[in-house]
């Protein structure tokens, strides 16, 4: 009920009201944001992200029926968008070199086949990249997607075909995520 109170607040554009939520929500956000990302951040970016989502909450007051639940699965979101902003930043060549006597040659093929891959994956539109590499990169499931976007299932299903297929295009006859 209280919550209830605080949300309606915020949609006024009471700030007093968003600062109590923060009070209240700040580390059941923290929580859940460490849990998406284990060790790979700092406790600086923890914070950062949870200061996000309690502004996207004053931003987006008006579309949010329950607090705890929006709070949730928007930590869960700007968390994975975190971290999947810090794989671009690191070099493909990172990934690469796993034992010394493997050819430079062997090296610069898997070099190319992830840029292709990469490059494929950029060229498709935005909701498309975002479901291919929440079910292939970062291994969800359609139902978590489902969960998590508010995008219908058969939708979800249809866009991971489409991207299977323009990778398939693209690549010719390599296989790629098990296609």
């Known amino acids: 009920m209280i919550d209830a109170i605080l949300l309606g607040a915020v949609r006024r554009g009471n700030e007093n009201a968003l600062a109590q939520i923060i009070d209240k929500y700040t580390a059941y956000v923290c929580v859940i944001i460490r ?3 284990g060790e790979s951040l700092t406790h600086e970016d923890v914070e950062e992200i949870a200061a996000d989502v309690f502004f996207a909450l004053w931003q987006n007051a008006g579309n949010v029926e329950k607090i705890k639940a929006w709070l949730s699965a928007t930590a869960r979101n700007k968390a994975k968008n975190k971290l999947r902003e810090i794989r671009n930043d ?3 060549d990172d990934e690469m070199m796993s034992d010394a006597v493997q050819e430079i040659e062997n090296a610069i093929i898997t070099n190319y086949e992830r840029q292709a891959v990469k490059d494929a994956i950029l060229s498709m539109d935005t909701l498309d990249r975002e479901i291919f590499l929440r079910h292939y990169y970062d291994s969800q499931t359609v139902a978590t997607i489902v969960a998590e976007t ?3 299932e058969a939708t ?3 866009r991971l075909v489409r991207g299977k297929k323009k990778l398939q295009a693209i690549l ?3 296989e790629v995520f098990g296609i």
């Open 35 to 37: 849990n998406t990302v």
């Open 90 to 92: 690191l070099p493909l």
């Open 150 to 152: 508010g995008i219908k």
């Open 156 to 158: 979800v299903r249809k």
């Open 172 to 174: 010719g006859s390599q």
